[in-house]
């Protein structure tokens, strides 16, 4: 049995429970040692669910005992951010507003983790109302970086990400609605799946705005978001906006090589400007796909300057529409941080909104053009890395730029879109921050990005580095 199992993958993990090396008790007991230790500093959890995961374990225990097997997650501790319903558990999305809400039911992907045997650890930390990009949070304090506590671990779903790259639990799931599971991924040195939109339910999840919300997983390795996405995925009559599109099995064709692979590489907008040491990283991680037998070509796409635009728009009308009886008569208890970005979504114009909306459809239309000719489409996920708590401005390049700006230039579009797209660690800077490149392909084609993904982390060893915790 390896000395830490903590470091281990869900696969690895999962394989020794199920030949009996070590109990689904025991490893979530040593999750909860680690959690005591670590989070009182990186602060990844508003709420740890100790004996309710302890009595989970047991159950998942004897299920095993009685020959019962679930399948890859049955008996490994996970958790989820907390603006996903727990039944009995209270669900505050990172607010005072909700900070007394236990919900009567789970939501639809906590219940297929649930049926799935995994063991839910605890609800991580996040920006209020999943509204932010730092999880700096004014009611349940800062998540931190676990590679340098004096860095922002991303946002809003930061608490996730944080708890998978510490090794507080083997995955986590996040909401993405303009870059929160892939910019904490990249910040953080992990995997981070956004799935096609309605691939993922978001019944009993908090939404932030509703034609934008994605739910994914945080893991270690591409191979575990595979496993995650196998157990999350698939229509739900709760959902108006789940798809009824097949669900693959994610994990059968991962193994298969990628020569012959279409990669466009995104250039122009997703790439300048560039910190030279992101630069460097994701165009080596390039490089390693090519000598993979990927077959590589640079691309743009003119249309790109629209996205800020459409995020400055759809966004905050939609986030506004949400919270507008809570403004009126709940306002003293929001975060300035998120008043500050729900507010000039009131006075968004009904023609406005549907302008933006028109524009988004013709812009979708002319990107899809580039699947025509590639497989997939690369590049850098974020381009500079884990900015300092507080910091507002970042260098990127010889530019400067406003920090909430740079970190979703490269992520929004395709929430706005509803393409698939996963970070993947691909190297560090000068100062040992993490570094990710950014996979887009298809609407459920998810397929593709994992099998690139796992391809490439077989011949790299990006994502088995740790930060150090001690």
């Known amino acids: ?91 505050t999305a990172g607010s005072k507003i909700l900070s007394n809400w236990v919900p009567e039911k789970d939501a639809s992907t906590v219940s297929k983790l649930k049926a799935a045997g995994a063991i839910l650890i605890g609800k991580c930390n996040m920006d209020e109302f999943a509204f932010g990009g730092t999880t700096e949070n004014d009611h349940y304090g800062t998540t931190r970086n676990p590679w340098d506590t004096s860095r922002s671990p991303g946002g809003s779903s930061g608490g996730s990400a944080v708890a998978v790259a510490s090794r507080m639990v083997f995955s986590a799931l996040g909401t993405d609605t303009a870059a929160s599971i892939r910019n904490p991924a990249h910040f953080c040195g992990i995997v981070g799946l956004k799935p096609s939109y309605g691939r993922v339910s978001t019944s009993g999840v908090v939404p932030l705005a509703w034609s934008l919300d994605h739910v994914g997983p945080f893991t270690r390795t591409v191979k575990d978001a595979a496993i995650m996405l196998n157990v999350i995925s698939g229509y739900d009559i709760q959902d108006s906006y789940s798809s ?167 992520l929004f579009p395709f929430n706005a879109l509803g393409l698939p797209a996963i970070s993947i660690p691909c190297g560090f800077d000068n100062n040992n921050m993490p570094i990710g490149f950014q996979i887009i392909g298809k609407p459920f084609e998810e397929s593709k990005l994992l099998q690139l993904g796992h391809n490439y982390q077989k011949v790299t060893d990006w994502h088995l580095m740790a930060p150090n915790t001690a």
């Open 244 to 410: 009824k599109n097949k669900v693959e099995d994610y994990v059968t064709n991962i193994e298969t090589p990628i020569s012959g692979m279409k990669i466009g590489i995104l250039k122009d907008y997703f790439w300048d400007p560039i910190e030279p040491s992101v630069d460097g990283a994701v165009n080596t991680a390039i490089n390693v796909l090519k000598e993979l037998g990927s077959v590589n070509q640079n691309v743009s796409f003119e249309s790109a300057h629209l996205f800020p635009i459409l995020m400055n728009t759809v966004l905050p009308a939609e986030a506004a529409a949400y919270h507008k009886q809570w403004l009126e008569t709940n306002q003293d208890d929001y975060g300035q941080k998120i008043l500050d970005r729900i507010l000039p979504g009131l006075v968004v114009s009904g023609p406005d909104y549907i302008n933006a909306q028109r524009i988004r459809d013709q812009i979708k239309t002319g990107f899809m053009k580039m699947f025509e000719q590639f497989d997939v489409l690369i590049c850098p996920t974020v381009p500079y890395t884990a900015a300092k708590i507080g910091q507002l401005e970042v260098a990127v390049g010889k530019s400067k730029m406003e920090a909430s700006v740079a970190r979703t230039k490269n």
């Open 1 to 91: 049995m390896p000395n830490n199992l903590l470091d281990l993958s869900i696969e690895e993990v999962s394989n020794l429970i199920e030949d009996g090396s070590v109990s689904s008790l025991e490893l979530t007991e040593l999750v909860l040692k680690n959690i005591e230790r670590i989070d009182p500093k990186l602060n990844a959890f508003i709420k740890v669910l100790s004996e309710e995961s302890i009595e989970q374990a047991k159950k998942a225990d004897k299920a095993r005992a009685d020959g019962i097997n679930l399948g890859s997650l049955h008996g490994v501790p996970v958790a989820v951010k907390d603006l996903f319903a727990t039944k009995n558990i209270a669900t």
